[in-house]
């Protein structure tokens, strides 16, 4: 008997219910079963002995290797498998989770060997819809059961604040930076610089290429983010959908409310943001608008159920990620950010944007 975290588990399932099913349920804005469901032909994942093709048929599943060689598998058997790792998981209190019995013995006659496939493109598998022919579709798996990788993380994706209304002497520089590490320490800072008559105000991106991967979505969308990581560290707010109606009352790109109210400026050009990272826009890879071998996501909601969200389904898809993220506090220390740092004569205060998923 062997353990795994349960983000392993959850892949491994989500891989197994896609090949006993023989189908994908497209998932609504709520993250729920919607109607519509897409036949699988073939999945492709990437196994210890290279690219494997595992194709769908009535009773079978047939799983042939690079090399040619074929392992015929009962979807019966699959389905079983996948029905032991989900109760596992679900009942586990633990990260860490055993292999349930019989699971062990299926993946040695399956040979395979790791639960979360080793790929460098980002996906964890491939999907051929409709016919084993048709071209392949890159899916990333996401479960609520589990750790959840976030959307937009690491010290690329910081914001930059000036510090201006008042000089401030070193020992009160210190002092700022010296408020003790909790969970509201960065507004309890920008709070201390605000009551010794210091102003933030937005000036920047801190990096060079991130800027102009947001610039890419609006020239004033980096203007638009900071201000919605900054509500979210002094009210709170977290859920993206809730920060955008808070956007839509204070305004802070100043457009008309025509604009804002007929052409729901705000909730499209967060929602071209949302869709970008989850197509493949990183903070520190240069952004040009073409999607990478990403092309949607496998969600395992709460229930147990897998739900498939593409980017051909673009409209429900961008609502589903408004609805499903959320803003998150990253590492000050690993992220480098929350502290008054003078640079060329100036200080400027840094928040980072990291973007995770709501857990329901």
């Known amino acids: 008997m062997f353990t795994a975290t349960k983000k392993e588990w959850c892949e491994l399932y989500a891989f197994f219910r896609l090949l006993a099913?023989?189908?994908?349920?497209?998932?609504?804005?709520?993250?729920?079963?919607?109607?519509?469901?897409?036949?699988?032909?073939?999945?492709q994942r990437t196994e210890r002995d290279g690219k494997r093709n595992y194709y769908i048929e009535k009773e079978y599943v047939r799983a042939q290797s690079e090399d040619?060689?074929?392992?015929?598998?009962?979807?019966?058997?699959?389905?079983?498998?996948?029905?032991?790792?989900?109760?596992?998981?679900?009942?586990?209190?633990?990260?860490?989770?055993?292999?349930?019995?019989?699971?062990?013995?299926?993946?040695?006659?399956?040979?395979?060997?790791?639960?979360?496939?080793?790929?460098?493109?980002?996906?964890?598998?491939?999907?051929?819809?409709?016919?084993?022919?048709?071209?392949?579709?890159?899916?990333?798996?996401?479960?609520?059961?589990?750790?959840?990788?976030?959307?937009?993380?690491?010290?690329?994706?910081?914001?930059?604040?000036?510090?201006?209304?008042?000089k401030f002497a070193n020992p009160t520089v210190n002092k700022i930076n010296a408020v003790p590490e909790g969970p509201n320490e960065v507004a309890d800072r920008m709070g201390l610089i605000e009551r010794l008559g210091g102003v933030l105000k937005y000036a920047d991106v801190a990096d060079r290429v991130f800027r102009c991967n947001l610039l890419m979505m609006d020239l004033h969308f980096p203007r638009l983010l900071a201000e919605m990581v900054r509500t979210m560290h002094l009210e709170g707010i977290t859920r993206t959908s809730e920060l955008v109606e808070v956007m839509k009352q204070r305004n802070p790109l100043k457009i008309k409310d025509e604009l804002i109210q007929k052409h729901r400026f705000y909730e499209y050009k967060v929602k071209q943001f949302l869709l970008a990272l989850m197509l493949g826009m990183r903070p520190a890879k240069i952004y040009t608008g073409q999607n990478s071998a990403v092309e949607g996501v496998l969600l395992l909601n709460g229930d147990g159920e897998l739900l498939c969200y593409h980017k051909e389904e673009e409209e429900v898809m961008g609502e589903f990620l408004l609805r499903n993220t959320r803003l998150e506090k990253g590492s000050l220390k690993k992220d480098k950010y929350g502290y008054l740092e003078r640079e060329n004569g100036t200080y400027y205060f840094k928040l980072n944007a990291r973007i995770g998923w709501v857990r329901r």
């Open 21 to 43: 099913d023989g189908q994908a349920t497209l998932g609504t804005a709520d993250a729920k079963a919607g109607d519509t469901v897409w036949p699988v032909a073939m999945v």
């Open 68 to 166: 040619g060689t074929v392992i015929r598998l009962l979807r019966e058997d699959v389905a079983t498998a996948a029905t032991l790792i989900l109760a596992a998981v679900k009942e586990a209190t633990d990260n860490e989770v055993a292999s349930p019995d019989g699971v062990e013995e299926f993946l040695d006659e399956a040979k395979i060997y790791d639960l979360e496939a080793q790929t460098d493109d980002r996906t964890d598998l491939s999907v051929a819809f409709w016919h084993p022919e048709a071209p392949l579709c890159g899916l990333v798996v996401r479960s609520r059961l589990s750790v959840m990788n976030p959307l937009l993380e690491g010290s690329a994706a910081n914001l930059k604040l000036e510090q201006s209304g008042i």
